[in-house]
């Protein structure tokens, strides 16, 4: 039988809620992989993992390239967070992600997807030394 898993980011796995996100910039953690920055934090809501996704709008002034450049960012983060899920649920532990792209060009998919790729793992290090360091 064929393991099939499905890549999903559903409404609730969006961070929207303006109290969260302010949170998120006063106290988060930041990583940067450039064209990416992550500010990520651990939190307590009901879902293990909330992200959001931002773009520039002073490199960018055409809402259509910041859409564009969201999308993509939505898509590379998609298609990699469930290593991320898993090494969460295995912690028991929550997080709220906030991605923004911080690069000057419209990039194309695979940099925003190696690059997303680099933060998450980034994320997963930090979270897994840490709950090394407490046990």
Known sequence: MKNTTRYCLGKKDRLKSRKDINAL????????????RAIW????????????????????KRAVDRNRIKRLMREGYRLQKQKLELSLHKHNKKIALFLIYTGKELPNFSTVENSSHLVLLSIINQIDTNAEAVV
Do not use: C, D, E, R
């Not at 910039?25 to 990416?36: D, E, L, Q, S, T």
């Not at 934090?41 to 960018?60: D, E, I, R, W």
């Open 25 to 36: 910039f006063a106290n988060g953690k930041k990583i940067n992989h450039f064209p990416i």
């Open 41 to 60: 934090m651990h939190t307590s809501s009901n879902n293990a993992l909330q992200a959001g996704f931002s773009v520039s709008s002073k490199y960018f």
